[in-house]
Nanobody, 115 residues
Framework: QVQLVESGGGFAQAGGSLNLSCVAS????????LGWFRQAPGKGRLFVAR????????SYADDVKGRFTISFDNAKNTMYLQMNSLTPEDTAVYYC????????WGQGTQVTVSS
């Protein structure tokens, strides 16, 4: 089992930036993939980005490609999501996830972008 704790959410104006962090603990050596998902009010939880534990392989949802950057610091067991050029459509609760034999979720952090 892996435990995940997110931080870094908050308020931003359109065009602004935020950086989310997710610290992993527990069986971190068993993690095969880490990722970020988001859930806007009244909508389902959607994929945002994923990264391999080595940090070498990443992928992004089309609507964040070129604006968001995912990374993983292996020494700190911490995943980041640098979000630039934010729009009100990015407003959501952001969750980090880590896959071992099961998927573990963080508690979520709210991101609100005003126009």
């Amino acid at each position: 089992q892996v435990q995940l704790v997110e931080s870094g959410g908050g308020f931003a104006q359109a065009g602004g930036s935020l950086n989310l962090s997710c610290v992993a603990s527990g069986r971190t050596s068993a993690i095969s993939t880490l990722g970020w998902f988001r859930q806007a009010p009244g909508k389902g939880r959607l994929f945002v980005a994923r990264v391999s534990p080595s940090g070498m392989t990443t992928s992004y949802a089309d609507d964040v490609k070129g604006r968001f950057t995912i990374s993983f610091d292996n020494a700190k067991n911490t995943m980041y999501l640098q979000m630039n050029s934010l729009t009100p459509e990015d407003t959501a609760v952001y969750y980090c996830a880590a896959d071992t034999a099961v998927r573990s979720w963080g508690q979520g952090t709210q991101v609100t972008v005003s126009s």
